[in-house]
C-alpha cells in the first residue's frame, strides 16, 4: 500500500525566514506528485505538479518553489516568508498510469503560521 | 481560465432529510474528470465520487453524482443524510495535470 509522509506537522515561523517543506511517497514509483496550498477557511489551490525527477511545473505564483529531488520525494520551499503564506500545505499524488484525469490522493498536510 | 462554482459556505440539513451540493464548472476543454472531496475535520481530502463520463450516475457510500456536459454540472446528493456526512465537500475539475476546486461547502447534519 501507499504511503505518503509530509513534514513537518506544524511550523511557527518569523517573516522573512526561510522555508522548507517535504513530501514522501512510499510504495508507489514513478507517481506524479503535486503541492497544494489551503488558506484558512478557503479552498485548494494548486501551487506545482511533477510528473518526473527534476521536473516541476508552476500552476500559480506565491513566492514559493519546489523541486523533485527524487522519485519519492517534493520540496517546496522559500528564501522569505511572507504573512500571507499561512495556511495548510498539502501534498498529493496520483499514479503515473491514470494520465492526467487520476484521482489524487492527498497527505496529511503542514500546518504554517507565519507571524 | 478553468472555473468551479458550487454551493459555498455553511450548509445544514436534518438527519434523514435530502441534501444537494451544487456545482458548475467553465472551461475549453473537450475531455475534463470531475471529482467530489470530502474533507473531514483535522484530516486531509479524500475522493468521494469522480466521473469523466457524460450523463452517466457515479455512486459511493449514498452520495450520487451525474456529470452532465451539455450543463456544465456535477452536482451531489443524498436521499437520506446521515450525522457522520458532516465535513467539507469540494467539487475540483481536472483538464489534466491541473485540478480546480471550488470554494468548498460545510456541510452540517443535525439531529
Redesign the interface.
Known amino acids: 500500500a501507499q504511503t505518503i509522509h509530509q513534514w513537518p506537522v506544524a511550523e511557527i515561523k518569523a517573516v522573512g525566514s526561510p522555508l522548507s517543506l517535504g513530501c514522501t511517497i512510499k510504495g508507489k514509483s514513478s507517481p506524479n506528485l503535486y503541492w497544494y496550498w489551503q488558506a484558512t477557511g478557503g479552498t485548494l489551490q494548486q501551487l506545482f505538479y511533477s510528473i518526473t525527477v527534476g521536473q516541476v511545473e508552476s500552476v500559480v505564483q506565491l513566492n514559493l518553489s519546489a523541486s523533485r529531488p527524487k522519485d519519492d520525494q517534493f520540496i517546496l520551499s522559500t528564501e522569505k516568508l511572507l504573512l500571507s503564506h499561512s495556511g495548510f500545505y498539502l501534498c498529493a499524488w496520483s499514479p503515473d498510469w491514470g494520465g492526467n484525469y487520476a484521482e489524487q490522493f492527498f497527505g496529511p498536510g503542514t500546518r504554517l503560521t507565519v507571524l | 481560465g478553468d472555473s468551479v462554482t458550487q454551493t459555498e459556505g455553511l450548509v445544514t440539513v436534518t438527519e434523514g432529510l435530502p441534501v444537494k451540493l451544487n456545482c458548475t464548472y467553465q472551461t475549453t476543454y473537450l475531455?475534463?474528470?470531475f471529482?467530489w472531496y470530502v474533507q473531514y475535520l483535522n484530516?486531509?481530502?479524500?475522493?468521494l465520487l469522480?466521473s469523466?463520463t457524460d450523463n452517466k450516475r457515479t455512486e459511493h457510500q449514498g452520495f450520487h453524482a451525474t456529470l452532465h456536459k451539455s450543463s456544465s454540472s456535477f452536482h451531489l446528493q443524498k436521499s437520506s443524510a446521515q450525522l457522520s456526512d458532516s465535513a467539507l465537500y469540494?467539487c475540483?475539475l481536472?483538464?489534466?495535470?491541473?485540478?480546480?476546486?471550488?470554494?468548498?461547502a460545510k456541510l452540517t447534519v443535525s439531529p
Open positions: 475531455t475534463i474528470a471529482f484530516e486531509a481530502p479524500q475522493v469522480k469523466s469540494y475540483a481536472s483538464t489534466g495535470s491541473k485540478l480546480s476546486f471550488g470554494k468548498g
